[in-house]
């Protein structure tokens, strides 16, 4: 059974930093690409940043790019989103997910998903 375990998901202050983390476990972690997407009330599903099985290519969303970024420990079976000067837009449930085969940007490509947790950024 795959089971992906988001955490980290805090309230913040805005320009303060925090780091998601998403454990895995049923799955081969390195043969999948991770993507995380977040959720605000109201909005659809959006991507954040995914990164390849190695690590070594990440890619993000333009409303993203600089601020976050996305690692991987295969030995640990976690990828990590490190967010900093976040904002209040950036406010959102966030989730990780887990996709065999290339990069996407599209949520309903990937498999497996995380339950999710909340970042709050007060303004």
């Known amino acids: 059974q795959v089971q992906l375990v988001n955490s980290g998901g805090e309230l913040v202050q805005a320009g303060g930093s925090l780091r998601l983390s998403c454990v895995a476990s049923g799955l081969i972690f390195g043969k999948y690409v991770m993507g995380w997407f977040r959720q605000a009330p109201g909005k659809e599903r959006e991507f954040v940043g995914v990164?390849?099985?190695?690590?070594?290519?990440?890619y993000y969303a333009d409303s993203v790019k600089g601020r976050f970024t996305i690692s991987r420990d295969n030995g640990k079976n976690t990828v990590y989103l490190q967010m900093n000067n976040l904002k209040p837009e950036d406010t959102a449930v966030y989730y990780c997910a887990a996709r065999w085969g290339v990069v996407s940007t599209a949520a309903p490509n990937y498999e497996f998903w995380g339950q999710g947790t909340q970042v709050t950024v007060s303004s």
């Open positions: 990164i390849t099985t190695t690590g070594i290519s990440t």
